[in-house]
Each structure stands twice: as C-alpha cells, then as structure tokens.
Nanobody
Framework: QVQLVESGGGLVQPGGSLRLSCAAS????????MGWYRQPPGKQRELVAV???????DYPDSVKGRFTISRDNAKKTVYLQMNSLKPEDTAVYYC????????WGQGTQVTVSS
C-alpha cells in the first residue's frame, strides 16, 4: 500500500529555516502530483505548495518567496524548504500525493516560536 512518511519538522525561531522531506513508497512517484499542506491549530488544512510531474510549482501568497518545493524522482522524495519562518507558519505539515486518488502522510509538527 502507498506510504508517505514526512520528516524534518521541529521547533525553530522566527526567521529560521527548516527542510521537510517526504519519502514515498508503493506509488509511481514520477507520475504523481506532490503537495504539502498544513493545518494550524484550530484551523482547516490549507495548501502550502504543489509540484506536478513535469516540475511546475505553485504556492499561495502567504508562503510565496519563502517556501520552495522540489522533488527527486530517483529517491521518490519531495522536499519543502522553508525560509524566513514566522509564528503563523506553526502547523502540522502533511505530504500528499495525487495519482488517481489522494494519498496522505501522517504529518510532522512545525513550531515557530522564540
């Protein structure tokens, strides 16, 4: 069965950086659209970044210029580089894969606080 395993979350000070990774298995990774979502405390899950199988990326205005999504098809891994982090970036971050249906990881906590 498809598995998405996130890693790289943690506690970081405002202005700091983190890189999240998501390793996929049992999926034709190179064909999938991969994404990162986040769910802040008490709020709905929201899209953070998406990358298509051709490498096209898209971001909401809230993270544009600060976050970068990338993928390594050979490693079946998608990354999210997060720079200039703000307290409002605090959330559980989820990896997603879209290939016929949506698949989700278990999430990783990112906390931005001094």
């Amino acid at each position: 069965q498809v598995q998405l395993v996130e890693s790289g979350g943690g506690l970081v000070q405002p202005g700091g950086s983190l890189r999240l990774s998501c390793a996929a298995s049992e999926i034709s990774f190179s064909l999938a659209t991969m994404g990162w979502y986040r769910q802040p405390p008490g709020k709905q899950r929201e899209l953070v970044a998406v990358i298509t199988r051709s490498g096209t990326t898209d971001y909401p205005d809230s993270v544009k210029g600060r976050f970068t999504i990338s993928r390594d098809n050979a490693k079946k891994t998608v990354y999210l580089q997060m720079n200039s982090l703000k307290p409002e970036d605090t959330a559980v971050y989820y990896c997603s894969a879209k290939l016929g249906r949506d698949y989700w990881g278990q999430g990783t906590q990112v906390t931005v606080s001094s």
